[in-house]
């Protein structure tokens, strides 16, 4: 049996959505920028999508800018922001926790002479907002906060979040990657100036995301050229996928409630189930995405046991160090606290509407017996004597 | 996903050895919780001092619980002397190799391997590692000897090298400058020692002109003839070797350079260190 539970890394693109993209890669094959009619009708297509997409935000159709995936989006935003504002202000600001399409543009910026203060978290996921509110400052120019976490699914206070950052006259930011589709956005009601979507994690194809820039937010192009997308973004639309975004975003909104409640209860399931079969086992996060369910296992490591459940075809990953050729395990479960016991033995589940409960099943019928084995070889485990006596206590990562 | 082989599958998936001894002769424990992978290697010996039992428990990844279960393969049946020449590379070559990231795994069982064995020799727990100056990664707790064997056994050349093979430098990175320097050090002192066996070598005289010329014609003639000169043995008197410049090099302004800084080095470097070089006055 084949059980995908790793979501919140990409998702299947969905087959209405691969239907509605078929006909843009053989007879809709028209630029939309040219005059002729070949490029007219699809010119139309993306409109229709542009708006699909700003249905699902809350926003009007002139706000959405089509790129090419989240990371993109996140770099338009940060540094189109910081650009438009010609250096006046020094003072950047993002959390410990964020996805490294932000937070690797914040480093970099960092290095280029910017100040820049990262929100802690707390041991259940909860950013400190005490800090961001101490660290606000009139030469704060941006501030980006994700929706939701990536690996815990931890969701963050936006609105509250926004109000604040506003207060201090700075630019908003926020990564709603793994938010979107999953939790009701209203750009209508909030003070969010950019808002970043990727296509993948919402069923749609890799390779398109889209932005959402507020009228009248100062932005300079990331990609200069041609006059795509109101100017904010060059370049030949990629229509298919533009086309498949709009398709998913129309689905998501559709299935939203319904699925959630479904998707959430099979999380539960899940979550109940390995934490009552389990030896060792705790859950990271408090008020998390429906679909994503982060579980560490004491004594053991995450790589082994994602080979041990791949063997029976459940594909889920890891926080784990080993997992990712880096050394260092999740810096997310690190800015958590969470104690090393556990940090290296994170496994993440993420749903989706194509999940269903015999797939969980499958799981909580076999996940005790490889933390059973894996325990068995490793020497911590408390059966083994639990001893940690000659083993260097060394590691500062 | 890692390209691991069938090997590394079928010892993760079946480790062979797991488990403890009870009352075993020599433990090694390496590694930390913390850093992500730890071994406890066990053995006992027979009548004969050779290793009838050996066990592991490993904390870790797949590729640092197939290593470990190499290992055990690979030492059971040996004297302790045999089992010390096991290498890390050996561990891996078992294995059908291991991804570049995950050789410090195999460092991991090799180092496992020898704290046994010092804990056998010295019947003293085996300790951890001391937490003191010798520590060049703060990270991962890696000292200077540590890496100065991974390099040495590995022939490591980077930064990058040494961080798969010993996880050095794989944290914060404010430790790469020194990791470098390690890295020249070792790899300079390699390429003395390499070269100090030839020079130590008693030779006949007749032995010691045959070398001299074949030094000339393999490492001196070939870039002279290059700028259209040459240079001929004349006579070796002691350790006074007497040549005569040819060619272009015979009205050349740098043929006094030339002597002193490429034949006599040549010839000091493969034949002997006492030898002079004299240019032919006849």
């Known amino acids: ?397 | 996903m890692w390209d691991y082989t069938g090997k590394v599958m079928d010892h993760f998936k079946s480790p062979k050895n797991v488990g403890v001894i009870k009352e075993p002769d020599g433990v090694g424990e390496v590694g930390s919780l913390a850093c992500g992978d730890a071994l406890r290697l066990m053995f006992k010996l027979d009548d004969e001092g050779r290793i009838e039992n050996v066990k592991f428990q490993t904390f870790g990844c797949a590729s640092a619980i197939a290593s470990s279960s190499a290992l055990t393969e690979l030492v059971k049946g040996k004297t302790l002397d045999e089992a010390e020449k096991i290498t890390n590379q050996d561990i891996a070559e078992y294995l059908g190799g291991l991804p570049e990231q995950k050789m410090h795994c195999s460092v991991m069982g090799r180092d496992a391997l020898a704290a046994a064995i010092d804990n056998y020799r010295k019947g003293t727990p085996s300790e951890p590692t001391k937490v003191d100056s010798d520590v060049i990664c703060n990270c991962f707790g890696v000292t200077e000897k540590e890496i100065e064997k991974a390099v040495l056994e590995n022939n490591l050349n980077t930064i990058e090298e040494v961080t798969n093979y010993t996880k050095a430098g794989g944290g914060c990175t404010t430790c790469h400058e020194d990791i470098k320097a390690i890295i020249d050090r070792v790899n300079r002192e390699k390429a003395l020692a390499e070269k100090t066996p030839k020079k130590k070598k008693r030779m006949t005289n007749i032995q010691k002109i045959q070398l001299i010329q074949e030094t000339l014609e393999r490492e001196i003639r070939p870039s002279l003839k290059k700028d259209g000169g040459d240079i001929e043995l004349v006579d070796v008197d002691g350790d006074q070797v007497v040549v005569s410049m040819r060619g272009a090099c015979a009205q050349c302004r740098m043929a006094e350079f030339t002597l002193a800084q490429v034949v006599e080095a040549k010839l000091r470097e493969f034949v002997s260190d006492d030898l002079r070089v004299v240019e032919d006055e006849s």
Not at chain 1, 148 to 166: Q, R, S
Not at chain 1, 307 to 326: K, N, V
Not at chain 1, 372 to 380: A, C, T, V
């Open chain 1, 1 to 397: 049996m084949n059980v995908y539970l790793d979501n919140n890394a990409t998702s299947m693109t969905a087959p209405e959505v691969v239907e509605e993209m078929m006909p843009f890669f053989s007879q809709m094959y028209g630029n939309p920028s040219s005059i002729h009619h070949f490029g007219g009708q699809v010119g139309a297509h993306i409109a229709k999508a542009r708006e699909k997409v700003a249905a699902l935000l809350g926003a009007r159709p002139d706000e959405i800018v089509f790129t090419g995936g989240g990371s993109e989006s996140d770099n338009t935003a940060i540094r189109g922001a910081l650009e438009a504002m010609k250096g006046k202000k020094r003072h950047i600001m993002t959390t410990r926790v964020e996805h490294p399409a932000v937070r690797g543009v914040f480093h970099h910026l960092e290095k280029q002479g910017y100040r820049l203060s990262e929100i802690p978290v707390d041991r259940d996921g909860y950013l400190n907002l005490d800090y961001l509110e101490n660290n606000l400052s009139p030469d704060t120019a941006i501030v980006s906060v994700m929706w939701a976490n990536n690996e815990t699914g931890v969701i963050f206070p936006i609105e509250k979040i926004a109000k604040m950052v506003k207060a201090a006259g700075a630019v908003f930011h926020t990564d709603a990657v793994q938010a979107t589709g999953k939790l009701p956005i209203d750009m209508g009601r909030l003070p969010v100036d950019l808002l970043t979507i990727s296509g993948h994690k919402l069923h749609a194809p890799k390779g398109v995301g889209a932005l959402y820039v507020r009228k009248g937010t100062k932005l300079t192009p990331l990609i200069i050229g041609g006059h795509q997308e109101s100017g904010k973004r060059a370049g030949t639309e990629n229509v298919p996928s533009i086309v498949g975004l709009g398709k998913a975003a129309e689905l998501a909104m559709r299935d939203m409630e319904e699925e959630n409640k479904r998707v959430r209860s099979l999380r539960d399931r899940l979550e109940r189930g390995l934490l009552d079969n389990c030896k060792g086992a705790v859950v990271n996060g408090k008020n998390r995405l429906p679909n994503t369910l982060n579980i560490s296992f004491e004594y053991i490591e995450g790589e082994s046991i994602l080979l041990m459940l791949d063997e029976l075809g459940i594909a889920a990953s890891s926080g784990s160090a080993c997992t990712s050729g880096a050394l260092e395990p999740s810096h997310v479960l690190r800015a958590m606290g969470v104690p090393f016991t556990l940090a290296h033995g994170s496994i993440r589940f993420s749903l989706s509407r194509y999940n269903n409960e015999k797939e969980i099943d499958h799981v909580i019928d076999n996940m005790p017996a490889i933390v059973d084995r894996l325990l068995e070889i490793s020497p911590f485990a408390e059966q083994n004597g639990g001893s940690f006596g000659g083993f260097k206590s060394a590691c500062n990562v």
